[in-house]
């Protein structure tokens, strides 16, 4: 029976069902070899990342691996999905000897393989093993931001937004927008805090979002907050204070920031930091007392906190020594300071620390005030540098190069300090806010180096009372800073020859220093020369002597004695003489001020041209009149040099042009003294205004050398006389009216 049984299945044509074991192997045989291979490859790499890679990792890191793993998945996919060549599987199968109508199979599997192209909008004719692909790696690449994938993103720690914002206080660094009067910069939201600010949550509660707004710069919803915080609770009420305090500072409102340190202060009022902070508030509020005061209980405490409080000595001393430049008082402990102010901050936080560049940067500053330029030129660079690592264009290069930019112009590089003054003004534009006390203060050393260079049609005085106008808005009208600002304006005025005008400014100035620094202060000595030259140039004599007089006074304390602000002083003496007749007492001045110049400024400085020319312009007879002669040209090749190709045709060069031809009219050289006068006056009618009194004196100067030709040319000399006399007449309206 059995066997008749099977012989009927086989007459049937049907078959027994094949083992299980016999399919998975039918359908591995059926498997690539290449997607075997790169299946291995993601399970080994999974595996990996499961028990190798820590479960969590940061953003940049988790989506790269992320990437990597549906990458593989869709190359497993490809792999495995690829068509076998028809022609191929039917050799193959010839040589296992399944004999089919081979002609017939191959049409259907080429047609079987054309079968499976669709048309997408957009994308056109593609395949259905294409889109399984672009599926397979979209789904791998969704699993990885899941909670299911192998590897999470951790999350970023929000690190303490206040920290930044108190250090950039505390780091207080110098800066000397006119290259002669130091003054404390403003705080300018540090870059870390601003990065900071972006990872706080709208979700924060009130007192956090607070210091996320004082960070980009919402000074007045920072308000807001802090108040909602102290109603509502949120925080302890002492650190609502001080972020008050830190919101009213980084909005250039230095004095009501102190108002709200004191009353952090009356709840914690032996904490050396809190009084650093406090005092920095005062600093830049232009009360320098108040802030010793502060400074000196802070240092007292942190000398007794022992190794704990090295960080807390090293801020006291580098905010003491800030204050004592500032002051212009016991420069030589200032220097002290600063020094172990470095150590300890390279001590407690590392070498190249922000804050110990903060120091350096003060010390140079100290240095290119005492005309110690090589030594200021180091400390500057040394700052600068560690700065820039930290940050390409943060706003500590901007300090940097800033007081670079003024070095320079100390030194006469006009042309290079306007250089590195524009790439500061760059920096800050974009670090700090356009409207505030920082930006006003970096314009107002681009027009100082400006001015130096003769660019009178950028530095009008309009745009420079807008200075004036930013800096009073921001730090009031009685702070130090203001008084630079006037003292450009003063400058300005003086470049329209409205001398006038540039006298109230220059008073204006010395007024506020006497109020803010003291009636003694060495930072006085400048600013009462610029007054005096102003009166000088109003003939009012007496008053420009009585100024001279006492900023020597106040030189002779304060200043070493070869100073270049006391040959300034010594030369606007010598200047008073010359405008009486007394060229016989100006010389002694003029030469005592040269050797001081060239001692401390170099044979090359548009100082010591200035100071030839004069010295050239009392050679009265032909027998001296080539030494004259000689001192003329020195001049005028220094300056020429000094401020480059561009800028040859320059102010300073004219008038000294006009020396030089007063000179070859003494000694009968007409036809010498002809071309001088020519390039003077197309240099007068380029750069100054229409009745400026150097205009009159070429004039003069060009109608005696006319009345000398042979022959004569009395006539034309007779209408430049009367130009000259009409250009005299309109300056002195001109004075009178602003005057008045």
């Not at 007054?531 to 009585?546: C, I, P, T, V």
Request: charged content about 25%.
């Amino acid at each position: 029976m059995a066997k008749r049984s099977s012989s009927k299945r086989r007459r049937s044509g049907k078959r027994a069902a094949p083992p299980i074991g016999q399919i998975a192997r039918k359908s591995l045989q059926k498997v690539p070899v290449a997607a075997v291979i790169w299946g291995a490859v993601l399970l080994v790499y999974l595996a990996v990342l499961y028990w190798q890679v820590p479960d969590a990792v940061s953003a940049w890191l988790q989506r790269p691996l992320g990437l990597i793993s549906a990458v593989l998945a869709t190359v497993v996919y490809a792999c495995a999905t690829r068509p076998a060549d028809p022609q191929d599987d039917l050799v193959t199968r010839v040589r296992r000897g399944q004999h089919l109508d081979f002609g017939k199979q191959l049409r259907e599997e080429r047609r079987g393989h054309h079968g499976r192209a669709v048309n997408l909008p957009l994308l056109g004719e593609t395949t259905l093993r294409a889109i399984g692909g672009a599926i397979v790696f979209v789904v791998v690449a969704a699993w990885w931001f899941t909670p299911l994938a192998p590897v999470a993103v951790a999350e970023r720690a929000i690190g303490d937004l206040s920290e930044p914002l108190t250090r950039e206080i505390t780091s207080l660094v110098l800066v000397c927008p006119d290259g002669r009067l130091p003054i404390a910069q403003p705080p300018v939201r540090p870059p870390e805090a601003r990065r900071l600010a972006k990872l706080i949550p709208d979700s924060a509660d009130s007192y956090t979002l607070a210091l996320k707004a004082i960070a980009e710069g919402r000074y007045d919803e920072a308000q807001y907050l802090l108040a909602k915080a102290m109603a509502e609770g949120e925080g302890a009420p002492i650190l609502i204070q001080v972020a008050r305090a830190q919101a009213e500072l980084y909005a250039d409102r230095p004095a009501e920031a102190a108002v709200w340190y004191g009353n952090a202060l009356g709840a914690k009022p032996n904490d050396p930091g809190l009084l650093c902070q406090t005092a920095a508030a005062w600093i830049h509020a232009g009360s320098p007392a108040k802030a010793q005061a502060l400074l000196a209980q802070a240092l007292r405490l942190a000398r007794d906190g022992g190794e704990g409080a090295k960080l807390d000595l090293a801020v006291c001393l580098h905010l003491q020594a800030a204050l004592y430049q500032l002051t212009g008082v016991r420069l030589d402990r200032a220097e002290e300071y600063n020094k172990q102010a470095q150590k300890l901050f390279a001590e407690q936080l590392g070498e190249g620390d922000p804050r110990e560049a903060a120091s350096l940067n003060n010390q140079s500053v100290l240095f290119a005030l005492r005309g110690s330029f090589p030594g200021a030129r180091s400390l500057n660079n040394w700052a600068t540098d560690i700065w820039r690592r930290h940050d390409e264009k943060g706003p500590g290069v901007a300090v940097g190069l800033a007081n670079r930019a003024m070095r320079q112009y100390l030194q006469g590089q006009y042309v290079e300090a306007r250089q590195t003054c524009d790439a500061a003004l760059v920096i800050r534009r974009n670090t700090a806010d356009v409207r505030g006390a920082v930006v006003a203060m970096s314009e107002t050393s681009s027009a100082t180096v400006a001015l130096a260079l003769g660019a009178y049609a950028e530095t009008t005085p309009a745009e420079m009372k807008s200075l004036v106008t930013a800096l009073e808005t921001t730090l009031g009208a009685r702070h130090p800073s203001v008084a630079v600002a006037m003292n450009t304006v003063g400058e300005s005025y003086k470049a329209e020859s409205l001398y006038a005008l540039a006298q109230t400014y220059h008073a204006q100035a010395v007024e506020i220093l006497r109020e803010s620094l003291g009636p003694r202060h060495a930072y006085l000595v400048p600013t009462l020369a610029a007054l005096a030259e102003a009166r000088l140039l109003l003939g009012r004599y007496d008053d420009a002597e009585k100024n001279c007089l006492e900023a020597l006074g106040i030189a002779e304390k304060s200043l070493a004695t070869d100073d270049p602000n006391v040959a300034r002083c010594l030369e606007l003496q010598a200047r008073v003489r010359l405008a009486q007749g007394k060229p016989d007492e100006a010389r002694p001045l003029l030469e005592k001020a040269l050797a001081m110049e060239v001692a401390s400024l170099g044979e090359a400085h548009p100082r010591v041209a200035e100071t030839l020319g004069y010295l050239g312009s009392i050679e009265p007879d032909r027998r001296t009149s080539r030494t004259g002669i000689e001192r003329y040209e020195k001049a005028i090749a220094i300056d020429e040099a000094a401020f480059g190709e561009q800028c040859r045709d320059h102010p300073s060069v004219a008038r000294l042009l006009v020396g030089l031809a007063r000179l070859h009219v003494q000694r009968g050289q007409y036809a010498d003294a002809e071309p001088h006068l020519r390039r003077a006056m197309e240099i007068g009618n380029a750069t100054l205004v229409p009745f400026h009194p150097a205009l009159a004196e070429t004039l003069e100067a060009e109608a005696e050398v006319l009345r000398h030709l042979d022959p004569p040319d009395a006539k034309k000399a007779d209408r430049l006389d009367a130009r000259a006399k009409e250009i005299r007449q309109q300056h002195a309206e001109e004075n009178r009216r602003e005057e008045g």
